[in-house]
Every structure is written in structure tokens, then in C-alpha cells.
């Protein structure tokens, strides 16, 4: 049966029996924040690898001085403890620079996405109350143009060809010439100036295993985005289960594929903290290009690999990588998205290596469930609750009753790596948390064992390799064309990204809408991946009685054609 909630309590917890026989069902976590986690592998494993990036590689001893030095610099330019420092970074050694320099002094990070357009990032800066960024030279121009209607009053800009092997960066700042000019007056500064100063010493700041870590951003099903707080015993508790879930890791041993980006939860938890926690490498990439991944793989020989199914589809797919090539890696999870059965033999064959299926939430830090890695597991489910955390389906009621097994209902998951709360948002927190559950509003099943099956996705959400797109959003900006009267927008299935939008769309009596109109429309106004990929347009959209329009009939109506 699933976990069963009386009076707050978890009276049945079935799926223990079917742990690996190494991974604990309760677990003492140490009592530190996360950038002792740097501290601790600095200690034990100084000279061990920390990142690798396109063949330039940093010891965990030189991570650590850079993360210093960093540190000291921000804190000489004014960031304190509480502050909020927005990352604009993708996968480069200067993230876990950034990213450990900032918790150093109490900071607050804020990941956020590399690929949001001017109205998003504005939104998150703002929300977030951030008066720092560290971003790409290669992003600035889309900070600057917002940067007046923001809190921001400092930028630290960095450069690729900053991380790069001497020659290789030679090469790289011949092709590609920075575009930012550093001004003092601004506080813009370039990574590699900045790094040359020499600061005063900081002597560190005291932060509490519960002060806030990280604010990070979910759309939630609304579509409008909010900062899921994380505290630093949330993120460290995470990693902690996720590294006794992957009992079979060995410390210092481990090369890890890093490209799943760190500026979401799952990238940052299984990638960049997980690495850190087991004083292993990580092999850095800043994007998801089959052709410099396959590279990687066949010349570092990582060992283990994070991802969304259509990264394993992709690398299944791939004709140069031959199962010689890919014989390294031998421990994966799939999260984002459903992992279909046959990606994960063929993945698993190829390999000889371990991949499993698992479930989290931004607001879960962002584990929660994952099927046992070695032993009893179930495929085409999320597998059981991780250590020290429950899971039940209750009834959509008020009541939230306890359901049996069988019987379709809300997931709702209680362990210590829930958030605090949504940041300045006291109602939306009351919505999805209550006696310390969390509501996830994903509709799932669990069978007699305690493996869950989702049924339904977050309500509307749509997963597009590994991304989350929210229907409103979409609809929102389509609703600003002055021709278009109506609009509905569903994830319909695709081989390569899991599912891609498609809107349909009704148009002004008398007036013509062309489906290139409507994609250059929403180019500058969303994401790439947010963009319809599908249009339809239509006379009319389904709608209840109350004049809802009804989304599921939409799918309804698109499987059946």
C-alpha cells in the first residue's frame, strides 16, 4: 500500500523492502550548509579532479581558491548574507565559482535560465529582488536591455575563453570577440579583471543549516513564476539521499556527464552537488550538442550521466558512438519527463551500465522517488520514495483522504527536502503545502508494493525534453496578436523531445493568420522551446458550461487524429 497519512503521521512505508540492501531507510545528516560540502571534499581530496572543461581541468584545492578569491571580491563590492545573486550561466567552471563563492558570504543564489527572453528575466530579477548577476558575455545584451527596470547594480561578466586551455582560448577570443565594455560607474566588471584584484581577506559568514540557499523559480501551473525557497539543509539533505540511493558510487572515483544544466534543481542536485559530495569530477558541457557530448564521452569516460529520456534517446540514436564508447558509464537517472521502456533497454544494453527512472519537484530539492538502482524495480513507474521521505495518493477532496492501491489520485510527497515555502507568495504556499505534505498536483496511481505510476502530468504542464512549458504562458502572449481572438495550448507527443506545443488558435472574423506569423510573433517574446511547433487554427474551442475551454478535449480530439 501507499504511505498512509493519519493525524500527520506515515503508519505504512511497504516500499522499504524493496531498498537496495545498502541504502537506509533513515539516515543522520550532518548538520552543515552547503559550502562546507566544498570544505569537506577540499580536506579530503585536495589534488582530485573537480572540473574538467573541454580539456582544462581544476583540482578541487584550485576550485577552492578561485571560489575564495571570488567570494572575496563580491564581498568587497558590497554583497552580504541574505543577498539575492542571480546566475545567467550555462555549464562552465565558472558556475561552481559563482555558485560556491556566493553561499560562502550567506548569499542567496537565484539560478536562472540562460534561455529566457527579455520579459522573463525581468520578471525573475525583479521578483527575486536580485542586485547581482554573474553572467555570459555572450548574455549581456539581453541583461542590459532590462537591467534599468531591475534592482541589478552589479554585473560580473564572464567569458568562455575565460576556462578554456591557453591555446584553445587564443583560438576562441580570435573567433569570438567580447561584446561588453566594463564600466565602474555601472559595476560591470569582466570575470577575468575582476579575479586579478587582490581583495581583503572575508573571513566567511556564519550560515545556519536553515537560512535560505536558493531561490528557484517554477512556473507552478499558473505560469506564473515564483521562487521555490530551498534552505541549505533541504539542498544538503537531498544530496545526501541521492548519494545513498547510488550506493554504488565510489568517492573520488567518479567522472560525471554534467549536462544537464546547474541552473535546474535536478542539474544542480545530481550534477554539480552530487560530484562535490563524493569528491568526483565533473565533466562540464554548456549545452546539449550531440556531436561535442559523443566527443566528451569518448575522451573522458564518464561514468555516470543525469538526464532527460530524450538526452539517452539521442545518444542511443547516435551512429559514432559505438557501445565501446559508452562502456564507461555505469550509473544514470532519468527525470524530466516519462522515460519510455524501450530508450532504457537500448540504453541499458549499450552501456552495460544502470539507468532508472525517478521523479522530483523544484519544490523537492529536487529528489523524491527513484527506482532502486540494482534491485527490484518497475519500469514505467517513478519508482518508491527515497530515504527518510513518504509518498501518498490522497482524494482531490478537501479532506485529502488516503486512497487505496489502484485508485487514482493527487501525489502527495513529506520528507525533509521540501521547501520552506513559495518566496513572498503566503497563499500559493497554503495551496500545495499542509502538515508539512506537499501537494504536487500530478495525478498518480500505486500499486500493492508502494510503486507509483503518474497518470497525469502537473495538470497542463508540458514536459519538452526535460523543460516545463506552461499552457497559460503560451496563451497569454498569443493573446496579445490583435488578430487572434482565442487560443488553447497543448503538448502533443515527439519522438526527439517528449512532447512539443501545439496551439490552436481562433482567428478575428474576416482576418488572415499565417502559422509563420504566429511563430515570428512569439520569437521575441518567449523561449525557444516555448514556441508552438504546431498551430492549428479553428472556429471555435471546446468549453464547459461556465465557458472553461476544456484542454483535454484538445487531446482528446489529437490522438484520435
Given at each position: 500500500?501507499?504511505?498512509i497519512?493519519?493525524?500527520?503521521?506515515?503508519l505504512?512505508?511497504?516500499?522499504?523492502?524493496?531498498?537496495?540492501?545498502?541504502?537506509?531507510?533513515?539516515?543522520?545528516?550532518p548538520d552543515?550548509?552547503?559550502?562546507?560540502l566544498?570544505?569537506?571534499?577540499v580536506?579530503?581530496?585536495?589534488?582530485?579532479?573537480?572540473?574538467?572543461?573541454?580539456?582544462a581541468?581544476?583540482?578541487?584545492?584550485?576550485l577552492a581558491?578561485?571560489?575564495n578569491?571570488?567570494?572575496?571580491g563580491l564581498?568587497?563590492h558590497?554583497?552580504?548574507k541574505?543577498?539575492?545573486?542571480a546566475?545567467?550561466?550555462?555549464?562552465l567552471?565558472?558556475?561552481?565559482i559563482?555558485?560556491?563563492g556566493?553561499?560562502?558570504?550567506?548569499g542567496?543564489?537565484?539560478?536562472?535560465?540562460p534561455?529566457?527572453v527579455?520579459?522573463?528575466?525581468e520578471?525573475?530579477?525583479?521578483d527575486?529582488?536580485?542586485?547581482?548577476?554573474?553572467?555570459?558575455d555572450?548574455?549581456?545584451?539581453?541583461?542590459?536591455?532590462v537591467?534599468s527596470?531591475t534592482?541589478?547594480?552589479r554585473?560580473?561578466?564572464?567569458?568562455?575563453?575565460?576556462?578554456?586551455?591557453r591555446?584553445?582560448?587564443?583560438?576562441?577570443?580570435?573567433k569570438?570577440?567580447?561584446?561588453?565594455?566594463?564600466?565602474v560607474?555601472?559595476?560591470?566588471f569582466?570575470?577575468?579583471?575582476?579575479?586579478?584584484?587582490?581583495?581583503?581577506?572575508h573571513?566567511?559568514?556564519?550560515?545556519?543549516?536553515?537560512?535560505?540557499?536558493?531561490?528557484?523559480?517554477?512556473?507552478g501551473t499558473?505560469?506564473?513564476?515564483?521562487?521555490a525557497?530551498?534552505?541549505?539543509?533541504n539542498?544538503?539533505t537531498?544530496?545526501?539521499?541521492?548519494r545513498?540511493?547510488?550506493?554504488?558510487m565510489?568517492d573520488k572515483?567518479?567522472?560525471?556527464?554534467?549536462?544537464?544544466p546547474?541552473?535546474h534543481?535536478?542539474?544542480m542536485?545530481?550534477?554539480?552537488?552530487?560530484?562535490?559530495?563524493?569528491?568526483s569530477?565533473?565533466l562540464l558541457?554548456p549545452?546539449f550538442?550531440?556531436?561535442?557530448?559523443?566527443k566528451?564521452i569518448k575522451k573522458?569516460?564518464?561514468?555516470?550521466?543525469?538526464?532527460?529520456?530524450?538526452m539517452?534517446n539521442?545518444i542511443n540514436?547516435?551512429?559514432?558512438?559505438t557501445?565501446?564508447?559508452v562502456s564507461?558509464?555505469?550509473?544514470?537517472?532519468s527525470?524530466?519527463?516519462p522515460?519510455?521502456?524501450?530508450?532504457q533497454?537500448?540504453?541499458?544494453?549499450?552501456?552495460?551500465?544502470?539507468?532508472?527512472?525517478?521523479y522530483?519537484l523544484?519544490?523537492?530539492?529536487p529528489?523524491?522517488?527513484?527506482?532502486?538502482t540494482?534491485g527490484?524495480?518497475k519500469?514505467?513507474?517513478?519508482?518508491v520514495?527515497?530515504?527518510d521521505?513518504?509518498?501518498?495518493?490522497?482524494?482531490e477532496?478537501e479532506?485529502?483522504?488516503?486512497l487505496?492501491?489502484?485508485?487514482v489520485?493527487e501525489?502527495?510527497i513529506?520528507?525533509p527536502?521540501?521547501m520552506?515555502?513559495?518566496?513572498?507568495?503566503?497563499?500559493?504556499?497554503a495551496?500545495?503545502?499542509?502538515?508539512n505534505?506537499?501537494?504536487?498536483?500530478?495525478m498518480a496511481?500505486?500499486d500493492?508494493?508502494g510503486?507509483i505510476?503518474?497518470v497525469e502530468r502537473?495538470?497542463?504542464v508540458?514536459?519538452s525534453?526535460?523543460?516545463?512549458v506552461?499552457?497559460?504562458?503560451?496563451?497569454?502572449?498569443?493573446?496579445?496578436h490583435?488578430?487572434i481572438?482565442?487560443?488553447?495550448?497543448?503538448?502533443v507527443p515527439?519522438k526527439?523531445?517528449?512532447e512539443?506545443?501545439?496551439?490552436?488558435?481562433?482567428?478575428?472574423?474576416?482576418?488572415e493568420?499565417?502559422?509563420?506569423d504566429?511563430?515570428?510573433?512569439?520569437?521575441?517574446?518567449?523561449?525557444?522551446?516555448k514556441i508552438?511547433?504546431?498551430?492549428e487554427?479553428?472556429?471555435?474551442?471546446?468549453?464547459?458550461?461556465?465557458?472553461?475551454?476544456?484542454r483535454?478535449?484538445?487531446?482528446?480530439?489529437?490522438?484520435?487524429?
Open positions: 500500500m501507499p504511505a497519512l493519519k493525524r500527520g503521521r506515515v505504512e512505508r511497504p516500499w522499504h523492502q524493496f531498498y537496495d540492501e545498502r541504502v537506509p531507510e533513515t539516515f543522520r545528516y552543515i550548509n552547503l559550502y562546507q566544498l570544505q569537506m571534499a580536506e579530503e581530496n585536495p589534488r582530485g579532479r573537480a572540473t574538467i572543461f573541454f580539456g581541468k581544476l583540482s578541487y584545492a584550485q581558491r578561485q571560489v578569491r571570488f567570494s572575496d564581498a568587497s558590497g554583497v552580504a541574505g543577498d539575492r545573486v546566475l545567467l550561466l550555462p555549464n567552471p565558472g558556475y561552481p559563482a555558485h560556491f556566493v553561499l560562502r558570504i550567506g542567496v543564489l537565484v539560478p536562472t535560465n534561455l529566457y527579455e520579459r522573463e528575466l520578471h525573475q530579477l525583479n527575486s529582488g536580485a542586485e547581482t548577476v554573474i553572467t555570459l555572450l548574455l549581456y545584451s539581453k541583461l542590459q536591455k537591467r527596470r534592482r541589478v547594480k554585473v560580473i561578466v564572464m567569458r568562455v575563453a575565460d576556462f578554456l586551455p591555446l584553445l582560448a587564443v583560438l576562441y577570443g580570435i569570438h570577440k567580447c561584446p561588453v565594455q566594463t564600466d560607474a555601472e559595476e560591470v569582466l570575470y577575468s579583471d575582476f579575479m586579478k584584484k587582490k581583495y581583503p581577506r573571513p566567511g559568514t556564519h550560515v545556519s543549516p536553515d537560512d535560505i540557499a536558493l531561490l528557484v523559480y517554477t512556473g499558473t505560469g506564473v513564476s515564483k521562487g525557497v530551498l534552505t541549505h539543509r539542498v544538503v537531498n544530496v545526501y539521499q541521492a545513498n540511493w547510488l550506493w554504488s565510489k572515483e567518479e567522472c560525471l556527464l554534467c549536462v544537464l546547474f541552473f534543481s535536478y542539474g542536485t545530481t550534477g554539480l552537488h552530487l560530484a562535490v559530495l563524493s569528491q569530477a565533473m558541457l549545452r550538442e550531440l556531436a561535442d557530448v559523443a566528451q573522458q569516460k564518464p561514468t555516470m550521466l543525469c538526464a532527460v529520456p530524450s539517452y539521442a540514436r547516435y551512429p559514432k558512438l557501445p565501446p564508447d564507461s558509464i555505469k550509473l544514470c537517472i527525470g524530466g519527463a522515460l519510455p521502456a524501450e530508450i533497454k537500448v540504453f541499458e544494453e549499450r552501456t552495460g551500465g544502470k539507468l532508472v527512472e525517478g522530483g523544484t519544490e523537492t530539492s529528489l523524491a522517488l527513484v527506482n532502486p540494482h527490484h524495480r519500469i514505467g513507474t517513478i519508482g520514495p527515497v530515504s521521505t513518504a509518498a501518498a495518493i490522497v482524494s477532496s479532506s485529502r483522504e488516503p487505496p492501491p489502484g485508485e489520485g501525489l502527495a513529506k520528507g527536502q521540501v520552506r515555502e513559495y518566496w513572498n507568495r503566503p497563499e500559493e504556499t495551496a500545495v503545502l499542509r502538515d505534505w506537499l501537494f504536487t498536483g500530478d496511481v500505486a500493492e508494493e510503486f505510476r503518474i502537473k495538470k497542463d508540458i514536459i525534453a526535460g523543460m516545463n506552461y499552457p497559460r504562458e503560451v496563451e497569454e502572449v498569443l493573446h496579445q490583435p488578430k481572438v482565442e487560443a488553447a495550448v497543448i503538448g515527439s526527439v523531445r517528449e512539443v506545443v501545439k496551439a490552436y488558435i481562433v482567428v478575428e472574423e474576416g482576418e493568420l499565417s502559422k509563420s504566429v511563430v515570428s510573433f512569439c520569437r521575441d517574446k518567449l523561449s525557444k522551446f508552438p511547433r504546431q498551430i487554427i479553428v472556429d471555435e474551442l471546446p468549453k464547459s458550461a461556465m465557458g472553461k475551454i476544456l483535454r478535449v484538445l487531446r482528446e480530439q489529437n490522438r484520435k487524429e
